[in-house]
């Protein structure tokens, strides 16, 4: 399957200059997104994984059908103020300005064997920043999988540490 | 399998007074999550469903994992500016003031059987407008089901029209 026929380009959204890749047109498709979600998984296939990361809010979608499908917990990545227990936050870099990501502190714990998901790597400030929230727990991460890898942008060179995989890649 | 000793209840978030029902106990068990899945499908089960329509964000978890298990497509339903195709709009109402919510109009169509899945059913405004949306496209309505329905709201009263189903009662 070719799965860059399912993503749908959109000029000027959300800014003028800028590319959107609309995924929801492969979401909706009954065969192209259980297969990108096998897909997205099978360079792992023989690790252990103990919980599914996805971030905010394209991640849950990929991440919580990949716990699913291995029958694992799913742990969400937020935006600030979402998470209501006590939650561990990690900064990263905007065009201009700041923003940052929790996570619940008792999500994850030393025992944890951990797969990160998300739609997209554009730069990687949010997948660097979901990392270091899972270090900090003391989990163990396997790698990153997303559907989408903007090469240009580099975000790979953010996440060297790991494992990175992407079932989709555009140059632009 | 009781999911709601797997609910964690959080008093006074987000605002005094509000006890709030976090559900990311639940999904990080690698039992509770997948069996709560699978119980949200089980009234629908003898059902043809062709998408899973999950309301942003929590829906997301519970509609993608379940779109994966049914081999169906998952279609979001977005707060305001969010998706990037066009869209239709249906408004509901706060208790002080007005949201609205967007669906794409290429999402559904006249031949879809649709399940509509979130995590809560409150006051039954977000999900009486994901059903008008779903209406305005001329896809069927099979169903809503919600891991947590708080039944002093009266959501269900909104939702006359439809079978609903909900996993933890609580009446608070």
Redesign the interface.
Known sequence: MNFENFI?N?PD??IKGIQ?K?I?TL?????A??MA?DYMYAPFRTEEI??IV?I???G???G??L???L??????VRKP?K???ATLSEEYQLEYGKDSLEI?KD?INSLDRVLIVDDLLATGGTAAATCALIKRLEGTIVGLTFLIELTQLKGREKLADYEVHSLIQYEI
Do not use: C, M, Q, W
């Not at 029958?71 to 969400?76: D, E, K, L």
């Open positions: 749908r959109i959204f959300p959107f609309d929801t979401l909706k498709d009954s065969e997104f259980p979600v103990t919980k996805g905010e809010s394209r849950f979608i990929f919580a059908a716990a699913y499908k029958n694992v917990g799913f742990v969400p103020g998470l209501p227990a619940h999500a």
